[in-house]
């Protein structure tokens, strides 16, 4: 599995539709990363201010979601705060596409 893979699968696709970041366009890993950093310094923090509003409303699985594509886009930091510093525990919860989307980013290959 790689990039490809990994930007089409259904959790990837609704979580960044509703962070409103257009992933389709995205060709890696790294131009993922650029492009989410370049949109979220765009707006001074606009993807990560999202990201925090969502992280209250998501499911339990799509919040590990939103994490892991934090942490693919270099925001880490902001993963671990979203999550309360309870980011593995909330990956026991975690199956499916949902569970392969964070797998995935984690490897980022």
Avoid at 58 to 75: I, K
Wanted: hydrophobic share 40%; glycine share 6%.
């Amino acid at each position: 599995m790689d990039f490809e893979t990994w930007k089409n699968l259904d959790p990837v696709e609704d979580v960044a539709r509703k962070l409103g970041f257009d992933i389709g366009s995205c060709l890696s890993w790294d131009h993922y990363g650029s492009r989410f950093r370049a949109a979220n310094d765009k707006d001074t923090g606009h993807l990560v201010k999202r990201a925090k509003e969502l992280a209250g409303v998501l499911s339990t699985g799509e919040l590990p979601v939103l994490q892991a594509m934090l942490y693919a886009a270099d925001f880490s930091r902001q993963a671990d705060e979203i999550s309360e510093e309870r980011t593995w525990r909330r990956l026991d919860n975690t199956y499916g596409d949902n569970a392969t989307a964070v797998a995935l980013a984690i490897m980022r290959r």
